[in-house]
C-alpha cells in the first residue's frame, strides 16, 4: 500500500498557512537560501537531477527545459507560470494557491535566479477571484521581505513579478497561446519552432512551467534531491496533488508519490459512493482518454499510465458511476471544445463543431449506427493535424468511450433516445435525500 | 469615465509591464471596474493610452469570455455545467435558476441585481457541483441551495462564499481585483475548504503525515 505524502498541503489545515509569516514558519523561504548557496548552473543541473517533471501535462524535464535557455546572448530571458487552470476535472494548482502561494513565489524566484531572467510573471485565470487576491499578496510580501526587487536576498540580481490575470480562455493554458496573451493579442497558440525557450515571451528566452511544478522546487532544495528521488517511481520521481472528484465518498486533494493507484486511493478515502459502483473515469482531466474499472491498478505515473492507453495529464481523477451516461458526459466534454477552440486552425474549428452534431443527435436517440465511424473517421482527420494539442484532446473522450461502451451508445440508437435518468447521477438523489 | 484617478490607475497598470501592450488585459478589467462591461467608449480608452487602433483592442475584448459587451446584473451567476458538474447536479441547478429567475443564459433580471451564465470548469471539481458569484465560490450546491442564494441577491442580502471574502464583493468591485487594484481582502476567509484537505486529513489518521 502506497502511503500518502503531504508536502505542498502539509500545512494547509493551518488557519495562516497562505501567509508569509505561516509560510516561514514551517522552513519557507529556506530552500531558496541553499539553492542562492550554489551557481545558477549548478542549480538548474540539481532540478535535473532530482528527476522533476512538468505537472501541467506533459511531463517533460523541469531542469532540462531550464538548460534550453541560452546563456550570455545578451537577450532579457523570461519565466513564465501557467496559472490557467481550467482543464476539465483538474483543481489542484487553485487550492495550492489559496492555501500556499509562497511555494509559487519561492519558487519562481529560484527558477529566475537559475536561468537568469529579471522578469517573471504568473498567468492566472481571472475567475478565481479570491486566489488572486492570496497571490498578489504573496507577491507583495515577497517584495516586503526583499526576495524580490532590486538584489534580491542580498544576491545582487534584480527580479520583478508580476501577477497577470486572465479574462476567461481555456486556450491560453497552452503555452504559446498563453505568450500571445500576455503580449496582449487574442490567446492563439503558435507555430513552433521555434520553442519558448529560444523565442518566446517578446521572442525572448522563456521558460513556461506549471504551478505545481515550480511550487515543487522549493522542497527539492530544502529536503535535498536524493530526498526527493527517493520518492516516486523510477522515472516518475517525487510527489504530487491527485484531484478526487465525482461520485466519491470523500473528494478533495490527496498528495503522494507518484505511482500510486487509483485503487489505493479509493481504499483509504471511502470508495465509491455508497450504493454504487465505479463505471469510468479519466487519470488526467477530460482531454485524456478515460479509463474503467479494469484500470485500478494502473500505477498513476507518467509511464503506467501512458502504456494503459492514457496520459498521467493534470493527475485530475474525475470518477463516474454506473448511473451517468457515458455518451452524455462526452458530448458536454465536446461542447466545452468546440466552445473553447480558439479558430486559429481549420481540423479543430470545423471538426469540434461536427463532432457535437453528431454526438447530439447520438445522444437523444436519433443518430445511425454509422456515425460511430464517422466520428472515429473525424477524430482520425482531428488528431494531429493543428497546432496545438485542443483539438488532439478533443477526440480523446471520443475515441476512448467508443473503444470501451459502443454498445452504450448502440443501445441509444435502439432505445430511439437515451437511457439512462439523469437525476439518478446528482448529488440530490441518494445519499442527500 | 476620463476622471483623474481612473486615468492615474491605468498608467500605474501599464508601468508593470516591460511592454505597454500587455497591459491590454487588465485596462480592459478595469474599464468593466469603471462601467461595469467593455463599453465602446473603454475600447477607444485603451487604445488612446496604448498607442493602439480600436480595433486591435476590440478583437482581443471580443476573444475573451470575462469581458462582457452588454451590462451584467452587480451579481454575476455563473453555473458549471461541464461534464462533472452537470451530471452530479449542474444541469439541475441551471435549469432551475433559469426557471425561478425568468430568464435564460447570458440574460439578466429587470432590477439589473442578477445576471446568469453557464460556465465551464472552475477548478472546484471537488467541490461540485459549483457556482460562481462575481468569481467568488460557491461550493456544493443544490437546486434549493442555489434558489436560495439567488432570492438573497436580489434582496440586497448577498451570503458569504464558501472559499473566499467575508462579504460578498459587486461585481464592479471584483473587476477591479482582477484588473491588479488590490480591495486588501486577501486575509478574509478560510485558507483551505475541507475537500482541500480531505487527503491530509486521512494522512495524519493513517500516521503518514
Given at each position: 500500500m502506497t502511503a500518502l505524502k503531504p508536502v505542498l498541503?502539509?500545512?494547509?489545515?493551518?488557519?495562516?498557512?497562505?501567509?508569509i509569516a505561516g509560510y516561514q514558519r514551517n522552513g519557507g523561504y529556506e530552500g531558496m537560501k541553499k539553492a542562492f548557496a550554489m551557481e545558477p548552473d549548478a542549480v538548474i543541473a540539481a532540478v535535473k537531477d532530482s528527476g522533476l517533471r512538468g505537472r501541467?501535462?506533459?511531463?517533460?524535464?523541469t531542469g532540462m527545459k531550464w538548460s534550453f535557455i541560452p546563456q550570455g546572448d545578451g537577450k532579457p530571458h523570461y519565466l513564465v507560470v501557467n496559472?490557467?487552470?481550467?482543464?476539465?476535472?483538474?483543481?489542484k494548482d487553485t487550492p495550492l494557491l489559496m492555501a500556499n502561494p509562497h511555494s509559487l513565489v519561492e519558487g519562481m524566484i529560484i527558477a529566475s535566479y537559475a536561468i537568469r531572467a529579471s522578469h517573471a510573471f504568473i498567468y492566472i485565470r481571472g475567475e478565481v477571484t479570491h486566489v488572486i487576491r492570496r497571490v498578489q499578496q504573496a507577491v507583495n510580501d515577497a517584495y516586503a521581505a526583499g526576495y524580490?526587487?532590486?538584489n534580491v536576498d542580498g544576491k545582487g540580481f534584480d527580479l520583478e513579478m508580476i501577477v497577470h490575470v486572465g479574462a476567461g480562455?481555456?486556450?491560453?493554458?497552452e503555452e504559446t497561446a498563453l505568450l500571445d496573451s500576455l503580449e496582449g493579442f487574442r490567446g492563439q497558440p503558435r507555430l513552433r519552432p521555434p520553442f519558448p525557450a529560444i523565442a518566446?515571451?517578446?521572442?525572448c528566452p522563456t521558460v513556461v512551467n506549471n504551478v505545481e511544478s515550480i511550487a515543487s522546487v522549493p522542497a527539492i532544495f530544502y529536503h535535498g534531491v536524493e530526498w526527493f528521488q527517493s520518492l516516486g517511481t523510477e522515472k516518475s520521481k517525487g510527489f504530487t496533488l491527485y484531484s478526487l472528484s465525482g461520485h466519491v465518498t470523500r473528494p478533495g486533494q490527496y498528495e503522494a508519490p507518484?505511482?500510486?493507484?487509483l485503487r489505493e486511493i479509493l481504499e483509504m478515502s471511502g470508495?465509491?459512493?455508497?450504493?454504487h459502483t465505479l463505471k469510468f473515469w479519466t487519470p488526467g482531466g477530460s482531454s485524456t482518454p478515460i479509463f474503467t474499472a479494469?484500470?485500478?491498478?494502473?500505477?498513476?505515473?507518467y509511464e503506467g499510465v501512458g502504456a494503459a492507453g492514457s496520459m498521467l495529464g493534470t493527475k485530475a481523477l474525475q470518477i463516474f458511476d454506473e448511473t451517468t451516461c457515458v455518451v452524455r458526459a462526452v458530448l458536454r466534454w465536446t461542447e466545452f471544445y468546440k466552445h473553447e477552440s480558439?479558430?486559429?486552425?481549420t481540423p479543430c474549428r470545423e471538426g469540434t463543431w461536427w463532432l457535437v452534431q453528431i454526438l447530439k443527435d447520438l445522444e437523444n436517440g436519433v443518430?445511425?449506427?454509422?456515425d460511430l465511424e464517422k466520428l472515429l473517421d473525424l477524430c482520425d482527420n482531428i488528431?494531429?493535424?493543428?497546432?496545438?494539442?485542443l483539438g488532439d484532446g478533443a477526440t480523446s473522450p471520443i475515441t476512448s468511450s467508443i473503444q470501451y461502451f459502443r454498445d452504450e451508445y448502440l443501445a441509444h440508437l435502439s432505445a430511439g433516445k437515451c437511457p439512462f435518468d439523469p437525476v439518478a447521477s446528482t448529488l440530490f438523489v441518494g445519499a442527500r435525500a | 469615465m476620463k476622471d483623474e484617478a481612473l486615468l492615474s490607475q491605468m498608467d500605474s497598470i501599464i508601468a508593470r509591464?516591460?511592454?505597454?501592450?500587455?497591459a491590454i488585459m487588465p485596462l480592459l478589467h478595469l474599464v468593466q471596474a469603471s462601467e461595469g462591461f467593455v463599453t465602446p467608449e473603454g475600447v477607444e480608452l485603451v487604445a488612446k493610452k496604448l498607442d493602439l487602433a480600436t480595433a486591435e483592442v476590440a478583437a482581443v475584448a471580443t476573444?475573451?469570455?470575462?469581458?462582457?459587451r452588454r451590462p451584467v446584473g452587480d451579481y454575476h451567476v455563473g453555473v458549471c455545467t461541464n461534464t462533472l458538474c452537470a451530471v452530479m447536479g449542474g444541469d439541475a441547478i441551471f435549469a432551475g435558476l433559469k426557471d425561478h429567475l425568468g430568464i435564460g443564459n447570458d440574460e439578466r433580471t429587470p432590477d439589473g441585481k442578477v445576471s446568469l451564465e453557464h460556465i465551464e470548469c472552475n477548478a472546484a471539481c471537488d467541490y461540485a457541483p459549483v457556482i460562481m458569484v462575481n468569481w467568488e465560490f460557491f461550493d456544493n450546491q443544490t437546486v434549493e441551495s442555489a434558489k436560495e442564494l439567488v432570492d438573497q441577491l436580489r434582496s440586497g442580502n448577498p451570503p458569504a462564499p464558501t472559499r473566499g471574502p467575508k462579504t460578498l464583493p459587486t461585481w464592479k468591485e471584483n473587476s477591479a481585483v482582477l484588473a491588479g487594484?488590490?480591495?486588501?481582502?486577501?486575509?478574509?476567509?478560510?485558507?483551505?475548504?475541507p475537500a482541500s484537505l480531505a487527503g491530509l486529513e486521512i494522512a495524519h489518521e493513517r500516521g503518514e503525515a
Amino acid at each position: 500500500m502506497t502511503a500518502l505524502k503531504p508536502v505542498l498541503s502539509k500545512h494547509w489545515n493551518e488557519a495562516d498557512s497562505f501567509t508569509i509569516a505561516g509560510y516561514q514558519r514551517n522552513g519557507g523561504y529556506e530552500g531558496m537560501k541553499k539553492a542562492f548557496a550554489m551557481e545558477p548552473d549548478a542549480v538548474i543541473a540539481a532540478v535535473k537531477d532530482s528527476g522533476l517533471r512538468g505537472r501541467g501535462g506533459a511531463g517533460f524535464p523541469t531542469g532540462m527545459k531550464w538548460s534550453f535557455i541560452p546563456q550570455g546572448d545578451g537577450k532579457p530571458h523570461y519565466l513564465v507560470v501557467n496559472a490557467d487552470e481550467s482543464e476539465p476535472g483538474t483543481c489542484k494548482d487553485t487550492p495550492l494557491l489559496m492555501a500556499n502561494p509562497h511555494s509559487l513565489v519561492e519558487g519562481m524566484i529560484i527558477a529566475s535566479y537559475a536561468i537568469r531572467a529579471s522578469h517573471a510573471f504568473i498567468y492566472i485565470r481571472g475567475e478565481v477571484t479570491h486566489v488572486i487576491r492570496r497571490v498578489q499578496q504573496a507577491v507583495n510580501d515577497a517584495y516586503a521581505a526583499g526576495y524580490l526587487g532590486k538584489n534580491v536576498d542580498g544576491k545582487g540580481f534584480d527580479l520583478e513579478m508580476i501577477v497577470h490575470v486572465g479574462a476567461g480562455a481555456y486556450i491560453c493554458g497552452e503555452e504559446t497561446a498563453l505568450l500571445d496573451s500576455l503580449e496582449g493579442f487574442r490567446g492563439q497558440p503558435r507555430l513552433r519552432p521555434p520553442f519558448p525557450a529560444i523565442a518566446g515571451l517578446y521572442a525572448c528566452p522563456t521558460v513556461v512551467n506549471n504551478v505545481e511544478s515550480i511550487a515543487s522546487v522549493p522542497a527539492i532544495f530544502y529536503h535535498g534531491v536524493e530526498w526527493f528521488q527517493s520518492l516516486g517511481t523510477e522515472k516518475s520521481k517525487g510527489f504530487t496533488l491527485y484531484s478526487l472528484s465525482g461520485h466519491v465518498t470523500r473528494p478533495g486533494q490527496y498528495e503522494a508519490p507518484l505511482g500510486i493507484t487509483l485503487r489505493e486511493i479509493l481504499e483509504m478515502s471511502g470508495g465509491v459512493r455508497a450504493g454504487h459502483t465505479l463505471k469510468f473515469w479519466t487519470p488526467g482531466g477530460s482531454s485524456t482518454p478515460i479509463f474503467t474499472a479494469e484500470h485500478l491498478d494502473v500505477p498513476l505515473d507518467y509511464e503506467g499510465v501512458g502504456a494503459a492507453g492514457s496520459m498521467l495529464g493534470t493527475k485530475a481523477l474525475q470518477i463516474f458511476d454506473e448511473t451517468t451516461c457515458v455518451v452524455r458526459a462526452v458530448l458536454r466534454w465536446t461542447e466545452f471544445y468546440k466552445h473553447e477552440s480558439c479558430g486559429k486552425c481549420t481540423p479543430c474549428r470545423e471538426g469540434t463543431w461536427w463532432l457535437v452534431q453528431i454526438l447530439k443527435d447520438l445522444e437523444n436517440g436519433v443518430g445511425k449506427a454509422e456515425d460511430l465511424e464517422k466520428l472515429l473517421d473525424l477524430c482520425d482527420n482531428i488528431l494531429g493535424r493543428s497546432f496545438c494539442a485542443l483539438g488532439d484532446g478533443a477526440t480523446s473522450p471520443i475515441t476512448s468511450s467508443i473503444q470501451y461502451f459502443r454498445d452504450e451508445y448502440l443501445a441509444h440508437l435502439s432505445a430511439g433516445k437515451c437511457p439512462f435518468d439523469p437525476v439518478a447521477s446528482t448529488l440530490f438523489v441518494g445519499a442527500r435525500a | 469615465m476620463k476622471d483623474e484617478a481612473l486615468l492615474s490607475q491605468m498608467d500605474s497598470i501599464i508601468a508593470r509591464y516591460p511592454k505597454s501592450r500587455s497591459a491590454i488585459m487588465p485596462l480592459l478589467h478595469l474599464v468593466q471596474a469603471s462601467e461595469g462591461f467593455v463599453t465602446p467608449e473603454g475600447v477607444e480608452l485603451v487604445a488612446k493610452k496604448l498607442d493602439l487602433a480600436t480595433a486591435e483592442v476590440a478583437a482581443v475584448a471580443t476573444f475573451y469570455s470575462q469581458y462582457k459587451r452588454r451590462p451584467v446584473g452587480d451579481y454575476h451567476v455563473g453555473v458549471c455545467t461541464n461534464t462533472l458538474c452537470a451530471v452530479m447536479g449542474g444541469d439541475a441547478i441551471f435549469a432551475g435558476l433559469k426557471d425561478h429567475l425568468g430568464i435564460g443564459n447570458d440574460e439578466r433580471t429587470p432590477d439589473g441585481k442578477v445576471s446568469l451564465e453557464h460556465i465551464e470548469c472552475n477548478a472546484a471539481c471537488d467541490y461540485a457541483p459549483v457556482i460562481m458569484v462575481n468569481w467568488e465560490f460557491f461550493d456544493n450546491q443544490t437546486v434549493e441551495s442555489a434558489k436560495e442564494l439567488v432570492d438573497q441577491l436580489r434582496s440586497g442580502n448577498p451570503p458569504a462564499p464558501t472559499r473566499g471574502p467575508k462579504t460578498l464583493p459587486t461585481w464592479k468591485e471584483n473587476s477591479a481585483v482582477l484588473a491588479g487594484i488590490s480591495d486588501g481582502r486577501a486575509n478574509e476567509g478560510v485558507q483551505a475548504g475541507p475537500a482541500s484537505l480531505a487527503g491530509l486529513e486521512i494522512a495524519h489518521e493513517r500516521g503518514e503525515a
